[in-house]
C-alpha cells in the first residue's frame, strides 16, 4: 500500500448556482480530495484537518466508511467549523465568495498521525500556508511527491507565507485567473514559466469546462475536460480533480511526467462527476464501473489518427 496524506479545509458551504441554492452542506478542499483519492486502488489516505464540535458525526462516519484515515482530524470543543459560502455566475466558471469564517482553522496546529509522517505523496489542500508549510516539516521522509492547490483568497492575505510553500513543492495546481494573480501574466504559457521560478517544477493550471494544462520544463500536454449536458454545481471539482490527480500518482508510485498525463486525465474524469450534483452528493455515490466507462469516453474524446 502506498500512503497519501492530505491537508485541507473540511467545511460547511452555502453554495448558490443558477440551478438552486443550498443551506450549510459538507464541503471543503480535504473533503473532496479524500473522497476522490478513494476511488484508487492500493492506497491508503489520511485527513489533517479541523472541524467544530457542530460538524455532524454522519459525515465523519461516511469519510470512514471510505476508509480515509482520520486521525489527524481535530475536533476543538465548543468551535465552530470552516464556513464558506459562493455565488456561481449564469456561465458557471466563474464564482464570487460571499462569505468565508475561518472559525477553528484560525488557531490550527496541524498533527500529522505517526503512520502517516512517512507518506509517499503529501496533497497541500486548500488551507492556511502555514498550515501547509506546518504539515511538511512534520514528515520524517522526504515525501516521492508534494503537490500543492491554493486560491486567490490567500494570495491576498497571506502572499509571503504562500511564496514559501510553493519554494517547498514539487506541482502545483492552480486556476487560471489565480495563476495569472499570482504571477502578473496574462498569457498562461507565461503564467507558468513564472509560477515554475518559483520552486515547482511541474505546473497544472485548472481552466475549469475548458480542461487542465500541465507544464514541465519545455514541455505542456492538455486534457480536455469532459462535455457535460448538466452542471449543476462546480463545487469542489478543482479538489477533486487533485484527489484524481494525486490519488493516481500514490496508486501507480510512478512521478514521471508520462504518467503525470495519466493522472491528469484521472482528475479531470473524477471532477466530471463532482459537478453533476449539488456538493459532495455525486462522489459519495460513485461507482468504480461509472468511473472505468467515463475514462473510456474521455480516451476516445481525445484519440485521433493523424499519420505524421
Ligand atoms: P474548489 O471549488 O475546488 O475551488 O473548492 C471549493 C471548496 O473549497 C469548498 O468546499 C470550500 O469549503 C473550500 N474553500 C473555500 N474557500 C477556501 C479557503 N479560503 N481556504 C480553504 N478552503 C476553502
Same mark, same amino acid.
Given at each position: 500500500? !502506498?500512503?497519501?496524506?492530505?491537508?485541507?479545509?473540511?467545511?460547511?458551504?452555502?453554495?448558490?448556482?443558477?440551478?438552486?441554492?443550498?443551506?450549510?452542506?459538507?464541503?471543503?478542499?480535504?473533503?473532496?480530495?479524500?473522497?476522490?483519492?478513494?476511488?484508487?486502488?492500493?492506497?491508503?489516505?489520511?485527513?489533517?484537518?479541523?472541524?467544530?464540535?457542530?460538524?455532524?458525526? $454522519?459525515?465523519?462516519?461516511?469519510?470512514?466508511?471510505?476508509?480515509?484515515?482520520?486521525? /489527524?482530524?481535530?475536533?476543538?470543543?465548543?468551535?465552530?467549523?470552516?464556513?464558506?459560502?459562493?455565488?456561481?455566475?449564469?456561465?458557471?466558471?466563474?464564482?464570487?465568495?460571499?462569505?468565508?469564517?475561518?472559525?477553528?482553522?484560525?488557531?490550527?496546529?496541524?498533527?500529522?498521525?505517526?503512520?502517516?509522517?512517512?507518506?509517499?505523496?503529501?496533497?497541500?489542500?486548500?488551507?492556511?500556508?502555514?498550515?501547509?508549510?506546518?504539515?511538511?516539516?512534520?514528515?520524517?521522509?522526504?515525501?516521492?511527491?508534494?503537490?500543492?492547490?491554493? &486560491?486567490?483568497?490567500?494570495?491576498?492575505?497571506?502572499?509571503?507565507?504562500?511564496?514559501?510553500?510553493?519554494?517547498?513543492?514539487?506541482?502545483?495546481?492552480? !486556476?487560471? $485567473?489565480?495563476?495569472?494573480?499570482?504571477?502578473? $501574466?496574462?498569457?498562461?504559457?507565461?503564467?507558468?514559466?513564472?509560477?515554475?521560478?518559483?520552486?515547482?517544477?511541474?505546473?497544472?493550471?485548472?481552466?475549469?469546462?475548458?480542461?487542465?494544462?500541465?507544464?514541465?520544463?519545455?514541455?505542456?500536454?492538455?486534457?480536455?475536460?469532459?462535455?457535460?449536458?448538466?452542471?449543476?454545481?462546480?463545487?469542489?471539482?478543482?479538489?477533486?480533480?487533485?484527489? /484524481?490527480?494525486?490519488?493516481?500518482?500514490?496508486?501507480?508510485?510512478?512521478?514521471?511526467?508520462?504518467? &503525470?498525463? !495519466?493522472?491528469?486525465?484521472?482528475?479531470?474524469?473524477?471532477?466530471?462527476?463532482?459537478?453533476?450534483?449539488?456538493?459532495?452528493?455525486?462522489?459519495?455515490?460513485?461507482?468504480?464501473?461509472?468511473?472505468?466507462?467515463?475514462?473510456?469516453?474521455?480516451? $476516445?474524446?481525445?484519440?485521433?489518427?493523424?499519420?505524421?
Amino acid at each position: 500500500m !502506498n500512503k497519501l496524506l492530505i491537508v485541507g479545509t473540511v467545511a460547511f458551504d452555502a453554495i448558490e448556482t443558477p440551478f438552486g441554492k443550498t443551506d450549510k452542506i459538507l464541503g471543503g478542499a480535504a473533503t473532496y480530495i479524500g473522497l476522490s483519492a478513494s476511488n484508487f486502488n492500493n492506497v491508503d489516505s489520511a485527513i489533517v484537518s479541523v472541524i467544530g464540535d457542530d460538524f455532524p458525526q $454522519e459525515y465523519l462516519d461516511m469519510l470512514s466508511d471510505r476508509n480515509i484515515d482520520l486521525t /489527524g482530524l481535530e475536533t476543538v470543543k465548543g468551535g465552530k467549523t470552516f464556513f464558506w459560502s459562493g455565488k456561481y455566475h449564469n456561465d458557471m466558471n466563474s464564482r464570487d465568495t460571499l462569505d468565508t469564517q475561518l472559525n477553528v482553522l484560525e488557531n490550527f496546529s496541524p498533527v500529522v498521525p505517526e503512520a502517516y509522517k512517512d507518506a509517499d505523496v503529501v496533497m497541500l489542500g486548500n488551507l492556511h500556508p502555514l498550515v501547509q508549510l506546518g504539515v511538511l516539516e512534520q514528515m520524517t521522509k522526504k515525501p516521492k511527491l508534494v503537490v500543492l492547490d491554493t &486560491m486567490n483568497f490567500w494570495m491576498d492575505c497571506a502572499l509571503a507565507e504562500l511564496k514559501q510553500v510553493i519554494a517547498k513543492v514539487d506541482v502545483i495546481t492552480i !486556476n487560471d $485567473e489565480e495563476a495569472r494573480q499570482l504571477s502578473g $501574466e496574462y498569457s498562461l504559457v507565461k503564467a507558468a514559466r513564472v509560477i515554475a521560478a518559483m520552486g515547482p517544477k511541474y505546473v497544472v493550471i485548472k481552466k475549469g469546462e475548458h480542461g487542465a494544462l500541465l507544464f514541465h520544463e519545455d514541455n505542456v500536454f492538455f486534457a480536455p475536460a469532459l462535455p457535460l449536458e448538466e452542471v449543476f454545481d462546480p463545487t469542489g471539482a478543482g479538489d477533486t480533480f487533485a484527489g /484524481g490527480f494525486t490519488g493516481y500518482i500514490a496508486s501507480t508510485g510512478n512521478i514521471s511526467f508520462e504518467n &503525470m498525463k !495519466n493522472a491528469i486525465i484521472h482528475g479531470s474524469n473524477l471532477a466530471s462527476f463532482c459537478v453533476e450534483k449539488f456538493g459532495t452528493e455525486r462522489m459519495e455515490s460513485l461507482s468504480k464501473d461509472e468511473v472505468s466507462s467515463r475514462l473510456k469516453q474521455f480516451k $476516445e474524446l481525445t484519440q485521433f489518427d493523424i499519420e505524421l
